[in-house]
């Protein structure tokens, strides 16, 4: 059923404002993204550690498309360290000792 890598959409704030309006996008899910891995074309996804526990094929760890984030995510946390520094210093966040 899957042959590799396939053509993804392009994400418009359209598309996400739809798939929210008629709850195919919901906010009642939460994933952590823990790194980045690429498929055999060098399309980049992100290693998400999922919430719903470890009984997948991948010990509760899925791969995710960018275009997939792009689309579904309503909301993000990130650590304050996290944010690079000229960025951090325009939003005035304490970013303690970090260089």
Do not use: C
């Not at 993204?33 to 996804?45: S, T, W």
């Not at 689309?71 to 325009?90: C, E, M, R």
């Amino acid at each position: 059923m899957f042959d590799g890598p396939m053509d993804e959409r392009h994400i418009t704030p359209e598309l996400r404002q739809k798939a929210f309006d008629n709850y195919e996008t919901t906010d009642d899910h939460g994933m952590h993204i823990v790194g980045i891995a690429k498929d055999q074309i060098g399309r980049q996804y992100y290693i998400v550690k999922n919430s719903w526990g470890d009984k997948n094929d991948y010990k509760g760890y899925i791969y995710v498309s960018k275009a997939f984030v792009r689309y579904k995510t309503t909301a993000i946390l990130l650590h304050k360290n996290g944010v690079p520094k000229d960025l951090s210093n325009k939003m005035g966040l304490n970013r303690g000792d970090r260089e």
